[in-house]
């Protein structure tokens, strides 16, 4: 599987959207782009996925550049639950195995 | 319904000891995965299950490490002579068949002292 570089952390302020980018500049045509996040003392959480196409769901947006080397996950109006480290993983779409977490991003939303 | 549940949420033993760790998946999944991540890290795969069988195991760092699923759902990790090393919180995670999100535990956190 490809490997993902993330900013180690960032702020947001409470409200606003918070942007976070992931470069996979290695990403092969069958992977897809993976979001997970966990917040302190969790397990992992899912929240997105997609291969090529914008996606968005109740939790967050993902938009993938078209040479697909960068992704980045929206967080449209940030909270203080957001507050959490937030995973990009590059993988072969059901290849029922394991995800590589990397070392995340660690957001925190600021009031 | 009810999520992944893993018992006990945190272990002390002493080095050299033997745990043992149990995952209890969401009913129904048919694949179930253990991690293991340490502080400032992200989750390690250790192995993966599909139904009562291994499908891959490369994750585990020796065979001090060992896990079963007998029945193809309830899991147990067990460590043999602990090491200090091997303190972490022990991550196991489901997925239904066909179906790619793994939903995640909360951990069962093993201190070796």
């Known amino acids: 599987d490809a490997k993902t570089t993330q900013p180690p952390s960032m702020d947001c302020a409470e409200g606003r959207a918070a942007n976070l980018p992931c470069n996979h500049s290695?990403?092969?045509?069958?992977?897809?782009v993976y979001w997970y996040r966990q917040i302190h003392s969790q397990g992992p959480q899912y929240i997105i996925h997609?291969?090529?196409n914008n996606e968005t769901n109740e939790m967050a947006s993902l938009i993938i550049t078209e040479d697909r080397k960068s992704s980045t996950l929206i967080l449209p109006h940030a909270t203080l639950r957001d507050t959490a480290v937030y995973y990009c993983i590059v993988r072969v779409f059901n290849t029922g195995n394991q995800f590589y977490f990397g070392t995340g991003t660690s957001l925190t939303v600021i009031p | 319904g009810a999520g992944v549940s893993q018992t006990p949420s945190n272990k002390v033993t002493e080095k050299g000891k033997y745990v043992e760790l149990r995952c209890d998946p969401i009913?129904?999944?048919?694949?179930l995965y253990w991690y293991r991540q340490s502080l400032g890290q992200g989750p390690e795969f250790l192995i993966y299950?599909?139904?009562?069988?291994?499908?891959?195991d490369s994750g585990l760092p020796n065979d001090r490490f060992f896990a079963v699923r007998p029945e193809g759902s309830v899991s147990t990790l067990k460590i043999q002579r602990t090491e200090r090393g091997d303190s972490a919180v022990y991550l196991c995670?489901?997925?239904?068949?066909?179906?790619?999100?793994?939903?995640f535990g909360p951990g069962t956190r093993l201190l070796v002292l």
């Open positions: 290695t990403i092969s045509g069958n992977e897809y």
């Open positions: 995670a489901s997925s239904p068949r066909g179906q790619e999100t793994q939903y």
């Open positions: 009913s129904g999944h048919t694949a």
């Open positions: 997609g291969l090529k």
């Open positions: 299950f599909q139904g009562t069988g291994a499908a891959d």
